[in-house]
């Protein structure tokens, strides 16, 4: 599994062989995107998590992905180390992933990392990215359940606003919950969630506290997903769900073959004309677009 | 100019239009992009730049970019008004831009605004972005000459080292100078840099200490500044690397337009039911992106 994931990685030919004989043995796994600001605890949580699901007999995969860092894939490695109660069960699959190769970022490398865990049997799988930039949005298109980790004393209530995350998370956590402030973290982000308009018979995101070094409330978010992947089940909306995600896949693949179109040599010196061009004043880049696209 | 911005942010089709008119007024400006972690004192030193610039006798054109909101474009208000020493100034020209539109990034939208504020005869345009993510990678290959700005005491050496701000620098700018540990931040600094590899001939990055607040150092950024746009024309530089900002645009914008064709209702239907194909496990998404770009 660690091969194939360095397979997409460093974006091989050899994938499209690869996801070709996966497919048939796809489907089966619930992916469940865990994400929220640096210092939250993520590393920890998902710790936590990965214990929980395995007393209850699920086999779990993690893959922890690094969206900030466009150079390096050795990454994430401290958090490898706090998630080592793991590293030694055959039933846990953990694995750090550089994101941000030439072909652009998780969407373009998530979707095909899931299907390799997906093939090879994993109930469930833990996606972890820190929540910056684009990566939570990202994220959360791609997972069935998207969990927010919250904890008290980070501002988390603007941030929440900013960040847009209220439009993404179908379980909240607020961890650290030990922590003064755990109970206004809780209580300002209810009621900003309910501010937002949804559907009657929509899911209603729990707000759970917890304390995932002490173990404390971790059971309760463990049913929270199993809760969730019901909804999703009895509403058709984990069908939709992996629809986007394929949608955006086949995007994302089609969008990374057209740029290698436009590094070929040929096509390169095309390019390198038409911005000289644009350089000089004496073409619009749209039109430059255009004879891209045609050419 | 506001408005020709705002098309931009709502990704208008009179833009073709808008800039084939502007492309022969272009190439004057000097692009800078300042970057830096939250709370290094961006906006305190952008603040500071545009003073000094003005003492000089520039017309400076000021973007703040905002990666991490794809929801509003009402962001950066405080930073505006931590701006707000030039408002009145009708040499200087301040915007805020969300850049996280449908059409992606600020691939797509910020060399379309720089081409705005060239067009108008700026002489130098600061594009100031907070450096999270992939957002500085992108600063740096948008700009002919790259600020990073370092604070002591926020553990930047690490952070340094991790996000690969080494590789994009042209002036590194220690912000905050006046307290502990500034001299140590630029110590290891210039040690992680002279590790580097650089060509004999190759521009080696000033290392400037500072202090917004109370305007020193500033003086010194501006001759940096000045220094190294006079490197980048003495060797062409300056025109290779516009070629290459020109290059990513072009394709931005082609790439823009390959996603709204498959957004078009046809093809949508189309890329759904190959999505469905995907869910079923009956077709991989390799096969399904060369239809889609076939079709």
């Known amino acids: ?24 043995f796809t489907g089966h796994a ?12 993520k590393s920890t949580s998902t710790n936590a998590l990965v214990g929980e699901l395995r007393r209850r007999g699920r086999r779990v995969g993690v893959l922890a992905v690094d969206p900030s860092s466009p ?14 109660d793991h590293v030694l069960d055959p039933e846990v699959f953990i694995r750090s992933m550089a994101s941000r190769g030439h072909l652009g970022g998780l969407s373009w ?6 299907r390799v865990l997906d093939a090879a049997g994993f109930d469930v799988i833990l996606i972890e990215t820190v929540g910056v930039g684009q990566s939570e949005i990202e994220i959360a298109s791609t997972a069935d359940t998207t969990v927010i980790l919250l904890a008290p004393g ?11 995350i209220l439009e993404i998370g179908d379980v909240y956590v607020i961890n650290k919950a030990d922590r003064p402030g755990a109970d206004k973290v809780r209580r300002d982000l209810r009621t900003m969630l309910s501010l937002g308009e949804r559907a009657q018979d929509a899911w209603k995101p729990p707000i759970i506290k917890a304390s995932a070094t002490k173990g404390e409330g971790i059971a309760e978010v463990v049913d929270g997903l199993e809760e969730h992947l019901a909804f999703l ?14 949608r955006d896949e086949i995007e994302a693949i089609a969008l990374a073959a057209m740029r290698r179109r436009w590094g070929a040599v040929g096509a390169r010196a095309e390019l390198d004309e038409l911005a000289d061009r644009i350089v000089a004043g004496s073409l619009d880049p749209y039109t430059a677009a255009d004879s891209l696209l045609d050419g």
């Open 71 to 84: 150079f390096s894939g050795g990454a994430l490695l401290g958090d490898r180390i706090r998630m080592q």
């Open 30 to 41: 619930h992916v469940v995107g865990i994400t929220g600001s640096p210092g939250v605890g």
């Open 154 to 164: 980070m501002g988390d209530g603007i941030q929440a606003a900013k960040a847009g």
């Open 109 to 114: 490398s998530t979707p095909q990392a899931l």
């Open 1 to 24: 599994m660690g091969r194939l994931i360095s397979l997409i990685e460093n974006e091989s030919p050899q994938l499209r062989e690869v996801m070709t004989a996966l497919m048939p």
């Open 233 to 246: 089940r009895s509403t058709e909306t984990l069908g939709r769900r992996r629809r986007t995600r394929a």
